[in-house]
């Protein structure tokens, strides 16, 4: 199996790897200034993780849901949210009998946030009653995930402050909404804490129900991979009952390595690689069984996409490309 450097003048170039499983192991050593992205730590993040829930009905399972629960440090509820979260395990509850603890109590978010304009005056209560800080900001000019969002990274920011520590800034209780201005108070704390902190920690956020379900609310979840730039590489993952999907930031030089071990090779299905934000070229990639170099893709004017292509390399594939793009991986979570 041989590869063009993607210097050469070749354009629009697929490499078929005739093998179903292939051994390049020194994709890092020639590539070392590469991000890696390690698959294999879905359930093993760094300190600095959250879930974020969001408003559209559960299609994982529920060993799925208490997998990623426990191994995440945040647990955030996007307004609605709350109410998905609660009926979700009202219905896990009733399905298994043999369980003998109330499992709404059990799986208590720290968070639910957002404009409140979905959230159930009955959940409210429930979670109220239970100590979850329960925060409202009316801003229209951002969505529920935003806010989810920011409050994740003030959360972490907060932590590493000697000046303003977490128990000063979510002070007080629901009636003053926990120290944070109605408005659009969760906005302005992230900025104060992200001038505070020049180097922002990198945490790694799961985002449920984010995809399927409204096609608009779909799209909103793909908008917030392009448009924050603290989630490009992995940083931010959707996950659905059928797929991984994240971004992978566009370099002006040294790609992006996709680290895994033989776990997660062996339950990963078909991948595509999507040029959703503009159209844009794949550089070169290594370990597809498409590889591909100096490929110009596009969904707007009836261009060229990879979908349906698969991993072939058992320890890792390479990505360069010009610009941004959302990454897809079908993953048997059984």
Request: proline letters at 3%.
């Amino acid at each position: 199996m041989s590869y063009t450097n993607k210097s050469e003048e070749t354009k629009n170039l697929t490499i078929e790897n005739d093998k179903d499983v292939v051994h390049i192991d020194d994709i890092p050593q020639n590539h070392p200034t590469a991000e890696i992205i390690n698959l294999s730590n879905i359930f093993n993040p760094p300190e600095t993780s959250a879930i974020i829930i969001l408003n559209q009905e559960f299609d994982i399972t529920f060993k799925l849901f208490t997998k990623i629960w426990e191994n995440y440090k945040l647990k955030i509820c996007a307004d609605g949210g709350a109410n998905r979260l609660f009926e979700f395990l009202t219905k896990e509850q009733n399905i298994t009998t043999s369980i003998d603890t109330v499992l709404v109590e059990k799986y208590l978010p720290n968070f639910i946030i957002g404009d409140l304009d979905s959230l159930k005056p009955e959940i409210a209560d429930f979670y109220s009653r239970h100590k979850v800080k329960i925060i409202q900001q009316k801003t229209q000019y951002s969505s529920d995930l935003t806010k989810s969002l920011h409050l994740c990274y003030t959360y972490f920011l907060s932590l590493s402050s000697k000046d303003d520590p977490l128990d000063q800034i979510f002070q007080g209780d629901r009636s003053n909404n926990y120290g944070v201005e109605l408005e659009k108070g969760i906005h302005t704390l992230f900025k104060k804490h992200m001038n505070q902190n020049n180097i922002f920690s990198r945490c790694q956020i799961v985002c449920i129900n984010g995809i399927g379900g409204r096609f608009d609310q779909t799209i909103q979840s793909i908008h917030h991979l392009y448009d924050n730039y603290h989630c490009k590489n992995g940083e931010l993952l959707f996950i659905t009952k059928a797929d991984i999907i994240f971004s992978i930031a566009g370099h002006d030089d040294g790609g992006c390595f996709l680290q895994y071990d033989s776990t997660f090779f062996q339950n990963c299905g078909s991948c595509g690689i999507l040029p959703i934000g503009k159209p844009t070229t794949i550089n070169l990639t290594k370990g597809l069984k498409w590889d591909v170099v100096n490929w110009d893709t596009d969904i707007g004017t009836g261009g060229s996409v990879s979908t349906s292509n698969y991993f072939v390399n058992d320890c890792g594939i390479y990505i360069d490309c010009k610009d941004d793009l959302i990454m897809s991986i079908e993953y048997n979570w059984s």
